[in-house]
């Protein structure tokens, strides 16, 4: 009884020395990051009928030199936002000029601290650029980060005159929501 009690001591310590190699290697922000999946949707809202999109595609990486410091430059074609309406989606294309701007481009630097990213993001999109304060969650899926939340935008922040139905037009609103895994390089 006293070797399988110690058995199990020595078992039970070193599975907690290996999670926690895993955990801290997991954690450590040192390197090139390059997004492997991600999930980007939008939100429009009218008085009538709000609607949303949705993208899977992004491409670009991030850069953390030091550790807590991280430069990044991310991409999304527009061509992958849809909204389950081939109609809306064609006029959205035409409104943000999408064969002249075909991505939509995140870029800046940002510092990490522990469990969130807090930066200046940078946001190309229909010819224009505007930036955002953001500050989001990032959480640790074994040897991947994972980067997940939310910003407000306005439609008039980028030049994009607000599209109508019925004569009224859009909110000048736009919810995003994300969540994206980033697997080190």
């Not at 090139?32 to 939100?43: A, L, N």
């Not at 081939?86 to 990490?112: C, F, N, W």
Request: glycine share 6%; net charge positive.
């Amino acid at each position: 009884m006293n070797l399988l009690s110690s058995l199990k001591r020595a078992l039970l310590a070193s599975l907690a020395v290996i999670l926690n190699s895993q955990i801290s290697w997991a954690f450590g922000n040192q390197g090139q990051w390059t997004p492997i999946d991600s999930k980007v949707e939008f939100k429009i809202f009218h008085f009538m009928h709000n609607a949303k999109g949705l993208s899977n595609k992004m491409s670009g990486s991030v850069d953390c030199a030091d550790g807590s410091k991280c430069t990044y430059e991310l991409f999304i074609p527009v061509m992958t936002f849809a909204s389950r309406n081939e109609d809306r989606d064609k006029d959205m294309r035409i409104a943000i000029q999408s064969k002249d701007y075909p991505h939509v481009k995140l870029s800046g630097t940002g510092v990490v601290d522990d469990d969130s990213f807090k930066t200046n993001m940078k946001i190309d999109f229909a010819g224009s650029s505007h930036s955002l304060p953001l500050e989001f969650s990032l959480t640790s899926d074994w040897f991947k980060r994972v980067a997940k939340g939310k910003a407000q935008l306005k439609v008039s922040d980028f030049g994009i005159p607000l599209p109508s139905l019925l004569g009224m037009p859009i909110e000048d609103k736009l919810l995003i929501e994300f969540q994206v895994r980033f697997e080190k390089k």
